[in-house]
């Protein structure tokens, strides 16, 4: 395990061309590692992600992303993203070529990449017209019960980011809160690197809890504030003025693209990306007026 800057992270690890999956579930959402990505240019990514958000409507209209592996992509309580609409309907600022998926159908594909396993298993698919719009839906019978069983093919990203409270210094990552698909992706992939709020000495985890051994992790970035404008428990609260805010941003290419010029590449880093907002710190975030 490397502690690394973020920069050094992305730099060293991702790569054009990758399958890259960027997973929290409404929560630790790593939104400091898709704009380092952007600023570092990476191109032709197949991004992967259960309910790609608003740091996925980024990284496409960026121009990051060839291919999309999702379930449900939307702006949380808000309604469409842009970014990802018009990449599909218009190809812009490129063609995106989209994989569609139930949660289901991605936690099994993530969890048969985590078991080393060629396909996932779920019943969810038999009867729906899912495998019309995607040709990877497959079957199998059961060799015990004769039962027409679905398929999906395992996801084994490249790279893996999550973003999480806390490390230690051994590459011991506690996961707290909601938990989506992070513990499974995480598995899958060929390389992790997580962000964290914090790096201890102990971690001091609870039993039971979900923490991801050293020995799976590639490299641990401190970045407080990294799921922000998602919320991080226990260290500051969802900004909900944000992502009603993006709805606007995102609609017109030309502001959005003033939005990331000024805000993603033309800030250095995560912290001053918050102070381009206005957000002396994280725990500011609900206060903050744009």
């Not at 590639?218 to 993006?246: H, K």
Request: charged content about 20%; proline content about 5%; some cysteine.
């Amino acid at each position: 395990m490397a502690l690394l800057t973020l920069h050094d992270a992305v730099a060293r690890y991702v790569e054009d061309g990758q399958t890259l999956a960027l997973e929290g579930f409404t929560h630790l959402i790593p939104f400091a590692a898709g704009h380092e990505i952007i600023r570092q240019g990476r191109r032709d990514l197949h991004l992967v992600r259960m309910t790609p958000d608003l740091v996925y409507d980024q990284m496409i209209g960026a121009g990051c992303a060839r291919a999309l592996t999702f379930s449900w992509g939307g702006n949380p309580g808000v309604g469409s993203l842009h970014r990802l609409r018009d990449a599909v309907e218009n190809g812009w600022p490129r063609p995106l070529e989209i994989v569609e998926h139930s949660h289901a159908g991605m936690a099994a594909a993530y969890t048969a990449g985590a078991a080393n396993l060629p396909f996932g298993v779920l019943r969810g698919y038999i009867g729906t017209d899912l495998p019309r719009v995607n040709p990877q839906v497959k079957s199998v019978t059961c060799p015990y019960t004769g039962e027409t069983i679905a398929t999906v093919p395992a996801l084994r990203p490249d790279v893996t980011i999550l973003h999480a409270v806390q490390a230690d210094r051994r590459g011991n990552v506690l996961l707290r809160g909601i938990l989506g698909a992070q513990k499974e992706a995480a598995m899958a992939a060929r390389r992790l690197v997580v962000t964290v709020e914090q790096v201890v000495d102990a971690l001091d985890a609870p039993m039971n809890a979900v923490v991801l051994p050293g020995w799976l992790v590639t490299a641990v970035a401190c970045v407080p504030g990294g799921a922000y404008p998602s919320y991080a428990q226990g260290c500051y609260a969802r900004d909900n003025a944000f992502y009603l805010a993006w709805d606007e941003i995102s609609r017109d290419r030309d502001r959005f693209r003033q939005w990331i010029d000024a805000h993603v590449l033309g800030t250095r880093d995560h912290a001053a990306f918050l102070r381009s907002l206005g957000v002396a710190s994280t725990r500011d975030a609900m206060e903050v007026t744009r």
